[in-house]
């Protein structure tokens, strides 16, 4: 039986995500956004698969998935990724294909990401 993320896990992403946005205001109304995708209900999350990254995410950009990132599909582009969960064959095929999973507080402080949903 697969493990589902625990409300517990999600409310700790958006406490990271609002503690980043705290630093940085010009990315307040995105921030707002993720939260507003992150917190709703086990049914409505956002789900994405590689495939759907390779066709819309440049080279060396920066992108937040507020739900689970799944496996289908094939990466040939390196960018950093932050989501709230990944599936293991995501992982597997997102570094080999050089792509960088980082931690969504270091996207935000930064700036200049993308949401993709």
Excluded: H
């Excluded at 896990?9 to 958006?14: F, L, P, R, S």
């Excluded at 739900?67 to 289908?72: A, E, N, R, W």
């Amino acid at each position: 039986m697969q493990r589902q993320i625990e409300k517990d896990e999600i409310t700790e992403w958006v406490q990271r995500l609002s503690k980043a946005a705290e630093s940085s205001e010009k990315n307040a109304g995105l921030v707002d956004d993720l939260v507003r995708y992150a917190t709703k209900p086990r049914r409505q999350r956002v789900i994405v698969n590689l495939n759907k990254l390779q066709k819309y995410v440049k080279d060396n950009e920066s992108i937040v998935v507020p739900g689970k990132v799944l496996g289908v599909g094939r990466v040939s582009r390196a960018f950093n990724l932050a989501a709230i969960e990944f599936s293991g064959s995501a992982v597997e095929k997102l570094k080999g294909s050089k792509c960088k999973i980082v931690d969504v507080e270091e996207i935000v402080r930064k700036g200049n990401f993308r949401i993709i949903i």
